[in-house]
Protein backbone atom coordinates (compact mmCIF):
# COMPACT_ATOMS: atom_id res chain seq x y z
CA UNK A 1 0.00 0.00 0.00
CA UNK A 2 1.62 3.26 -0.76
CA UNK A 3 2.22 5.86 2.20
CA UNK A 4 -0.30 8.26 3.40
CA UNK A 5 -0.94 11.22 0.61
CA UNK A 6 0.68 14.30 1.91
CA UNK A 7 -2.57 16.40 2.61
CA UNK A 8 -3.36 19.28 -0.22
CA UNK A 9 -2.09 22.65 0.64
CA UNK A 10 -3.27 25.82 -1.64
CA UNK A 11 -0.41 27.59 0.04
CA UNK A 12 2.52 25.55 -0.81
CA UNK A 13 1.07 25.20 -4.25
CA UNK A 14 1.36 28.60 -4.51
CA UNK A 15 4.90 29.12 -3.45
CA UNK A 16 5.79 26.50 -5.68
CA UNK A 17 4.05 27.60 -8.61
CA UNK A 18 5.59 30.83 -8.82
CA UNK A 19 8.71 28.95 -8.67
CA UNK A 20 7.63 26.72 -11.51
CA UNK A 21 6.38 29.71 -13.72
CA UNK A 22 10.08 31.08 -13.48
CA UNK A 23 11.19 28.21 -14.68
CA UNK A 24 8.91 27.98 -17.66
CA UNK A 25 10.14 31.61 -18.60
CA UNK A 26 13.73 31.24 -18.70
CA UNK A 27 12.93 28.03 -20.93
CA UNK A 28 10.20 29.67 -23.19
CA UNK A 29 10.72 32.84 -24.25
CA UNK A 30 13.00 32.85 -26.99
CA UNK A 31 10.10 30.52 -28.96
CA UNK A 32 7.37 33.25 -27.27
CA UNK A 33 9.24 35.88 -29.32
CA UNK A 34 9.02 33.96 -32.29
CA UNK A 35 5.47 32.66 -31.73
CA UNK A 36 3.99 36.40 -31.70
CA UNK A 37 6.00 37.84 -34.43
CA UNK A 38 5.03 35.00 -36.67
CA UNK A 39 1.26 35.68 -35.58
CA UNK A 40 1.29 39.28 -35.96
CA UNK A 41 3.70 39.46 -38.87
CA UNK A 42 2.35 41.99 -41.73
CA UNK A 43 0.73 40.30 -44.98
CA UNK A 44 3.32 40.86 -47.68
CA UNK A 45 2.55 43.21 -50.68
CA UNK A 46 2.28 41.26 -54.01
CA UNK A 47 5.44 40.17 -55.53
CA UNK A 48 7.19 40.25 -52.14
CA UNK A 49 7.88 37.56 -49.90
CA UNK A 50 6.85 37.11 -46.14
CA UNK A 51 9.16 39.18 -43.56
CA UNK A 52 9.89 34.94 -41.92
CA UNK A 53 9.56 32.25 -43.69
CA UNK A 54 8.48 30.02 -40.48
CA UNK A 55 10.06 29.62 -37.15
CA UNK A 56 13.65 28.76 -38.11
CA UNK A 57 14.03 31.40 -40.01
CA UNK A 58 12.13 33.77 -37.59
CA UNK A 59 14.77 32.45 -35.10
CA UNK A 60 17.65 32.80 -37.50
CA UNK A 61 16.74 36.42 -38.26
CA UNK A 62 16.32 37.66 -35.12
CA UNK A 63 19.42 36.35 -33.64
CA UNK A 64 21.56 37.59 -36.30
CA UNK A 65 19.64 41.38 -35.93
CA UNK A 66 19.58 41.27 -32.49
CA UNK A 67 21.75 38.56 -30.93
CA UNK A 68 20.67 36.41 -27.96
CA UNK A 69 19.56 39.37 -26.07
CA UNK A 70 16.68 39.91 -29.04
CA UNK A 71 15.13 36.38 -27.75
CA UNK A 72 14.69 37.54 -24.57
CA UNK A 73 12.99 40.87 -25.30
CA UNK A 74 10.64 42.22 -23.31
CA UNK A 75 11.06 38.92 -20.56
CA UNK A 76 10.93 41.31 -17.30
CA UNK A 77 6.90 41.69 -17.61
CA UNK A 78 6.81 37.52 -17.71
CA UNK A 79 8.90 36.98 -14.80
CA UNK A 80 6.97 39.89 -13.13
CA UNK A 81 3.59 39.01 -14.49
CA UNK A 82 4.29 34.93 -14.43
CA UNK A 83 5.59 34.55 -10.95
CA UNK A 84 2.39 35.46 -9.62
CA UNK A 85 -0.12 34.38 -12.14
CA UNK A 86 1.66 30.61 -12.05
CA UNK A 87 1.72 30.83 -8.21
CA UNK A 88 -2.04 31.62 -8.05
CA UNK A 89 -2.83 29.41 -10.99
CA UNK A 90 -1.81 26.22 -9.11
CA UNK A 91 -2.90 27.91 -6.05
CA UNK A 92 -6.09 27.42 -7.85
CA UNK A 93 -5.85 23.88 -8.77
CA UNK A 94 -4.63 23.21 -5.41
CA UNK A 95 -7.90 25.17 -3.69
CA UNK A 96 -10.23 23.76 -6.87
CA UNK A 97 -9.19 19.86 -5.11
CA UNK A 98 -9.29 20.43 -1.90
CA UNK A 99 -13.15 22.11 -1.86
CA UNK A 100 -13.91 18.76 -4.03
CA UNK A 101 -12.45 16.31 -1.27
CA UNK A 102 -14.73 15.10 1.54
CA UNK A 103 -11.88 13.80 3.35
CA UNK A 104 -8.03 14.66 3.14
CA UNK A 105 -7.45 10.95 1.44
CA UNK A 106 -9.59 11.23 -1.26
CA UNK A 107 -8.54 10.42 -4.40
CA UNK A 108 -10.12 12.85 -6.77
CA UNK A 109 -11.77 11.14 -10.45
CA UNK A 110 -9.95 12.91 -13.91
CA UNK A 111 -13.68 15.44 -14.67
CA UNK A 112 -13.18 16.26 -10.86
CA UNK A 113 -9.48 17.13 -11.80
CA UNK A 114 -10.40 19.22 -15.05
CA UNK A 115 -13.17 21.12 -13.11
CA UNK A 116 -9.73 21.92 -10.30
CA UNK A 117 -7.57 22.88 -13.07
CA UNK A 118 -10.54 25.54 -14.77
CA UNK A 119 -10.85 27.40 -11.70
CA UNK A 120 -7.37 27.80 -11.41
CA UNK A 121 -7.99 29.23 -15.67
CA UNK A 122 -10.89 31.55 -13.75
CA UNK A 123 -8.23 32.66 -11.35
CA UNK A 124 -5.32 33.73 -13.52
CA UNK A 125 -7.50 35.36 -16.13
CA UNK A 126 -7.60 38.54 -13.58
CA UNK A 127 -3.71 38.94 -13.71
CA UNK A 128 -3.27 37.73 -17.40
CA UNK A 129 -5.14 39.66 -19.17
CA UNK A 130 -3.35 42.78 -19.02
CA UNK A 131 0.11 41.17 -18.62
CA UNK A 132 -1.07 39.77 -21.89
CA UNK A 133 -1.92 42.60 -23.63
CA UNK A 134 1.26 45.10 -22.73
CA UNK A 135 3.56 41.63 -24.00
CA UNK A 136 1.81 41.76 -27.11
CA UNK A 137 1.99 45.58 -28.11
CA UNK A 138 5.30 45.33 -26.67
CA UNK A 139 6.29 42.81 -28.68
CA UNK A 140 5.00 43.73 -31.95
CA UNK A 141 6.31 47.47 -31.90
CA UNK A 142 9.90 46.11 -32.11
CA UNK A 143 8.66 44.34 -35.08
CA UNK A 144 7.01 47.22 -36.60
CA UNK A 145 9.52 49.59 -35.99
CA UNK A 146 7.03 52.45 -34.50
CA UNK A 147 7.99 52.58 -30.80
CA UNK A 148 5.12 54.25 -29.01
CA UNK A 149 5.76 52.67 -25.44
CA UNK A 150 9.19 52.75 -24.07
CA UNK A 151 8.53 49.71 -21.61
CA UNK A 152 5.56 48.26 -19.00
CA UNK A 153 4.68 50.59 -17.16
CA UNK A 154 4.57 53.39 -19.71
CA UNK A 155 2.73 50.65 -21.66
CA UNK A 156 0.06 50.57 -19.09
CA UNK A 157 -0.14 54.53 -18.14
CA UNK A 158 -1.01 55.67 -22.02
CA UNK A 159 -3.56 52.57 -22.24
CA UNK A 160 -5.53 53.58 -19.37
CA UNK A 161 -4.80 57.56 -20.13
CA UNK A 162 -6.47 56.71 -23.38
CA UNK A 163 -9.19 54.39 -22.38
CA UNK A 164 -9.56 53.77 -19.04
CA UNK A 165 -9.16 50.36 -17.02
CA UNK A 166 -11.45 48.84 -20.24
CA UNK A 167 -8.10 49.63 -22.34
CA UNK A 168 -6.15 47.57 -19.97
CA UNK A 169 -8.04 44.80 -19.51
CA UNK A 170 -9.13 44.49 -23.38
CA UNK A 171 -9.65 40.72 -24.35
CA UNK A 172 -11.11 39.72 -21.01
CA UNK A 173 -13.67 37.46 -22.33
CA UNK A 174 -10.87 35.64 -25.17
CA UNK A 175 -8.89 35.08 -22.49
CA UNK A 176 -11.17 33.46 -20.42
CA UNK A 177 -12.12 31.26 -23.62
CA UNK A 178 -8.38 30.32 -23.47
CA UNK A 179 -7.54 29.78 -20.34
CA UNK A 180 -10.38 28.25 -18.53
CA UNK A 181 -10.45 24.96 -20.58
CA UNK A 182 -7.51 24.71 -21.44
CA UNK A 183 -5.78 24.89 -17.36
CA UNK A 184 -8.39 22.10 -16.96
CA UNK A 185 -7.13 19.65 -19.92
CA UNK A 186 -3.08 21.01 -18.66
CA UNK A 187 -3.56 20.05 -15.14
CA UNK A 188 -5.68 16.74 -15.55
CA UNK A 189 -3.38 15.71 -18.66
CA UNK A 190 -0.26 16.19 -16.33
CA UNK A 191 -2.11 14.21 -13.32
CA UNK A 192 -3.54 11.64 -15.68
CA UNK A 193 0.50 10.83 -17.28
CA UNK A 194 1.98 11.17 -13.64
CA UNK A 195 -0.36 8.17 -13.08
CA UNK A 196 0.02 6.24 -16.17
CA UNK A 197 4.07 6.39 -15.14
CA UNK A 198 4.36 5.65 -11.92
CA UNK A 199 4.82 2.21 -11.66
CA UNK A 200 2.35 -0.18 -9.89
CA UNK A 201 2.99 -0.07 -5.70
CA UNK A 202 4.59 3.19 -5.58
CA UNK A 203 3.56 6.58 -5.34
CA UNK A 204 3.64 9.99 -7.18
CA UNK A 205 6.23 11.28 -5.15
CA UNK A 206 8.79 8.78 -6.17
CA UNK A 207 8.47 9.52 -9.79
CA UNK A 208 11.78 9.96 -12.21
CA UNK A 209 13.00 13.71 -13.29
CA UNK A 210 12.65 12.01 -17.18
CA UNK A 211 9.07 10.92 -15.96
CA UNK A 212 8.01 14.34 -14.34
CA UNK A 213 9.52 16.11 -17.86
CA UNK A 214 7.86 14.18 -20.03
CA UNK A 215 4.17 14.74 -18.01
CA UNK A 216 4.89 18.02 -17.54
CA UNK A 217 5.83 18.73 -21.42
CA UNK A 218 3.08 16.80 -22.99
CA UNK A 219 0.47 18.18 -20.62
CA UNK A 220 1.48 21.33 -22.27
CA UNK A 221 1.10 20.47 -25.24
CA UNK A 222 -2.36 19.36 -24.52
CA UNK A 223 -2.93 22.33 -22.90
CA UNK A 224 -1.86 24.58 -25.95
CA UNK A 225 -3.88 22.50 -28.55
CA UNK A 226 -7.23 23.36 -26.77
CA UNK A 227 -5.70 26.99 -26.48
CA UNK A 228 -4.13 27.84 -30.03
CA UNK A 229 -7.50 28.90 -31.87
CA UNK A 230 -8.73 31.57 -28.91
CA UNK A 231 -5.16 32.70 -28.26
CA UNK A 232 -4.78 33.74 -32.20
CA UNK A 233 -7.92 35.53 -31.85
CA UNK A 234 -6.72 37.42 -28.96
CA UNK A 235 -3.20 38.28 -30.31
CA UNK A 236 -5.08 39.60 -33.23
CA UNK A 237 -7.93 41.58 -31.19
CA UNK A 238 -5.76 42.81 -28.31
CA UNK A 239 -3.26 44.82 -30.85
CA UNK A 240 -5.56 45.78 -33.33
CA UNK A 241 -6.16 49.37 -33.19
CA UNK A 242 -9.16 50.99 -31.32
CA UNK A 243 -12.74 50.28 -33.19
CA UNK A 244 -11.40 48.22 -35.49
CA UNK A 245 -13.46 45.06 -34.38
CA UNK A 246 -16.52 46.85 -32.72
CA UNK A 247 -18.35 42.87 -32.25
CA UNK A 248 -15.20 41.59 -30.45
CA UNK A 249 -14.12 38.21 -31.15
CA UNK A 250 -17.04 37.11 -33.35
CA UNK A 251 -15.39 39.76 -35.70
CA UNK A 252 -11.68 38.88 -35.37
CA UNK A 253 -12.92 35.08 -35.99
CA UNK A 254 -14.82 36.38 -39.38
CA UNK A 255 -11.74 38.39 -40.67
CA UNK A 256 -9.27 35.72 -40.50
CA UNK A 257 -11.35 32.74 -41.72
CA UNK A 258 -12.58 34.98 -44.85
CA UNK A 259 -9.22 36.16 -45.88
CA UNK A 260 -6.99 33.45 -44.78
CA UNK A 261 -9.00 30.29 -44.10
CA UNK A 262 -9.77 28.46 -40.85
CA UNK A 263 -5.86 26.92 -40.84
CA UNK A 264 -5.05 30.62 -39.63
CA UNK A 265 -6.57 29.20 -36.42
CA UNK A 266 -3.55 27.27 -35.74
CA UNK A 267 -0.77 30.18 -36.94
CA UNK A 268 2.53 29.81 -34.78
CA UNK A 269 1.52 26.19 -33.98
CA UNK A 270 5.24 24.70 -34.37
CA UNK A 271 6.85 27.76 -32.61
CA UNK A 272 3.81 27.20 -30.09
CA UNK A 273 4.46 23.31 -29.77
CA UNK A 274 7.88 23.84 -29.82
CA UNK A 275 7.81 25.85 -26.93
CA UNK A 276 5.32 24.10 -24.84
CA UNK A 277 7.34 20.78 -24.16
CA UNK A 278 10.20 22.68 -22.91
CA UNK A 279 8.64 25.20 -20.68
CA UNK A 280 6.02 23.17 -19.26
CA UNK A 281 8.58 20.27 -18.48
CA UNK A 282 10.79 22.92 -16.84
CA UNK A 283 7.67 24.48 -15.12
CA UNK A 284 6.14 21.35 -13.86
CA UNK A 285 9.76 19.97 -12.65
CA UNK A 286 10.14 23.29 -10.96
CA UNK A 287 7.15 22.65 -9.25
CA UNK A 288 7.68 19.36 -8.34
CA UNK A 289 11.35 20.06 -6.50
CA UNK A 290 9.48 22.68 -4.71
CA UNK A 291 7.42 20.96 -3.71
CA UNK A 292 9.63 18.36 -2.14
CA UNK A 293 11.57 21.01 -0.45
CA UNK A 294 8.61 23.18 0.66
CA UNK A 295 6.93 19.14 2.37
CA UNK A 296 10.22 18.89 4.01
CA UNK A 297 10.82 22.58 5.43
CA UNK A 298 7.02 22.33 6.61
CA UNK A 299 5.78 18.84 6.61
CA UNK A 300 2.29 19.78 8.50
CA UNK A 301 1.45 23.33 6.69
Known amino acids: MSKQPQPISPLKNFFAGGFGGVCLVFAGHPLDTIKVRLQTQPKPKP ?4 LYAGTIDCFKKTLAKEGIKGLYKGMAAPIIGVTPMFAICFFGFGLGKKLQQRSPDD ?16 FTT ?14 IQASTGQVKYAGPMDCVKQLYRESGIRGVYKGTALTLMRDVPASGMYFMSYEWLKNLLTPAGKSHNELSVPSVLFAGGMAGIFNWAVAIPPDVLKSRFQTAPEGKYPNGFRDVLRELIREEGVTSLYKGFNAVMLRAFPANAACFLGFELAMKFLNWLAPNL
Open 47 to 50: GESL
Open 107 to 122: ILTYPQLFAAGMLSGV
Open 126 to 139: AIMTPGERIKCLLQ
